[in-house]
């Protein structure tokens, strides 16, 4: 079969297109013939991370045919293996997709549309009629949060970009959009654009002084949801300055809900019945062959990208 393998960490160079041997699935484990995987920002982490056990091969989430039974599946991978025409995904990982949703579709909301599920309703304890604020808004996490907030019942949400060319975008998914320009005081932002009185979630995947700046833009009893932070970015924040305004500090890591079976199937079906009625939809920036995901990579590293890359493995280039 053909797959993306590096085998050596460094930049989107060391991705490299091979044939390699079919992967054989251990117990509790299903074959799955692959026609899309998708791309997350996570994976340039673990291509540069001189860490990783290589060869490697990439990918995170996958949709595709399921051979032992031939049922249409989205499948999340923990250990990678996406960049590939052939998985070995775990029974526990792997969702059926409904008939009525595209693989597209499904691939682009299952990891990264659960991560703002949760990031929203487990970790923030999103309250109908709350006014909700998202970083990286145009990311493939964070269009999808917009909506979800929205649907989920937030009163109004704000989009937080770093471009003024994602503002349309942003605002598209039914956000205000929020454009945040150097040396912008976002704590000072969130409360001009609420009134003066804060935002009550606050979804954030950057981390440092934007983010320390965004505590003091939060409402009394609002909730500051990480999802993680870009290098440089590690936040500490004081338990009084929390105390003084009342307001807390929550992490969301996805491992939680994929290790959890019957709350991973709920959420996935959350996910596939809003899009299936309309009020959920993935946007696919662009659609690559295995030889352009260096490319991709390169890409979405320089925050050229909008909502979801995905991989057709069934196509080179």
């Known amino acids: 079969m053909n797959a993306v393998v590096m085998h050596a960490a460094g930049g989107p160079d060391v991705l490299r297109v091979e044939q390699v041997p079919e992967p054989s699935p251990a117990g509790g484990e299903s074959l799955v013939d692959v026609t899309f995987a998708g791309l997350n920002f996570d994976d340039l982490d673990q291509r540069a991370d001189p860490g990783r056990k290589v060869p490697a091969v990439l990918g995170v989430d996958a949709v595709g045919i399921r051979r032992r039974d031939g049922r249409r599946v989205a499948a999340?991978?923990?250990?990678?293996?996406?960049?590939?025409?052939?998985?070995?995904?775990?029974?526990?990982?792997?969702v059926e997709v409904p008939d009525d949703l595209d693989d597209r579709q499904a691939v682009a909301l299952f990891e990264q549309g659960a991560?703002?599920?949760?990031?929203?309703?487990?970790?923030?304890?999103?309250?109908?009629?709350?006014?909700?604020?998202?970083?990286?808004?145009?990311g493939g996490v964070g269009h999808l949060a917009v909506q979800l907030a929205l649907t989920l019942g937030a009163g109004s949400v704000i989009g937080i970009t770093g471009t003024a060319a994602k503002q349309a975008f942003v605002t598209a998914q039914g956000a205000e959009a929020l454009v945040e320009g150097t040396g912008t005081d976002l704590g000072a932002r969130l409360r001009e654009l609420t009134g003066g009185r804060g935002v009550d979630v606050f979804l954030d995947s950057v981390g440092g002084a934007r983010t320390q700046s965004a505590l003091t833009g939060l409402a009394p009893f609002g909730r500051l949801v990480t999802l993680g932070w870009r290098p440089g970015g590690h936040v500490d924040v004081p338990l009084r300055r929390l105390i003084e305004q009342s307001v807390g500090c929550a992490g969301f890591w996805m491992r939680h809900v994929v290790d959890d079976r019957e709350l991973l199937c709920h959420i996935a079906q959350t996910l596939f019945e809003f899009a299936r009625r309309g009020r959920l939809v993935a946007h696919v920036d662009r659609v690559v062959g295995l030889r352009d995901v260096a490319a991709a990579h390169a890409a979405l590293a320089?925050?050229?990208?909008?909502?979801?890359?995905?991989?057709?493995v069934n196509r080179e280039s």
């Open 115 to 138: 991560t703002a599920y949760g990031a929203l309703m487990l970790a923030g304890r999103l309250r109908p009629g709350e006014t909700v604020a998202v970083s990286a808004a145009a």
């Open 76 to 94: 999340l991978l923990r250990t990678g293996g996406g960049y590939a025409q052939v998985v070995a995904a775990p029974d526990v990982h792997t």
């Open 302 to 312: 320089a925050r050229a990208t909008v909502g979801k890359v995905l991989i057709d």
